[in-house]
């Protein structure tokens, strides 16, 4: 998924990588990490049910995510 910066629109409850200074480069990680929790989230209940090691490894990568945000400069 290539999104330019211009066209990127954060989910409801996410972080707006477009505060942040970012490179292009982790300006794109950062979005694909945030599209992939935001499908889980979306389907939280399947998860925590069917795949709860799936559910628990995706808030693992939540906390990694938020604290990698936390250290970079809005």
């Not at 292009?24 to 990680?29: E, I, L, P, W």
């Not at 945030?34 to 799936?54: F, G, S, V």
Request: without cysteine.
């Amino acid at each position: 998924m290539k999104v330019s910066i211009d066209e990127y629109k954060p989910y409801k409850g996410f972080y707006d990588l477009r505060e942040f200074k970012l490179t292009k480069r982790k300006f794109h990680k950062l979005w694909r990490i945030q599209d992939r929790l935001h499908e889980m989230e979306e389907n939280k209940t399947y998860y925590q049910k069917w795949h709860p090691a799936q559910w628990g490894k995706a808030k693992e990568v939540s906390a990694g995510y938020q604290a990698l945000l936390r250290g970079v400069t809005p």
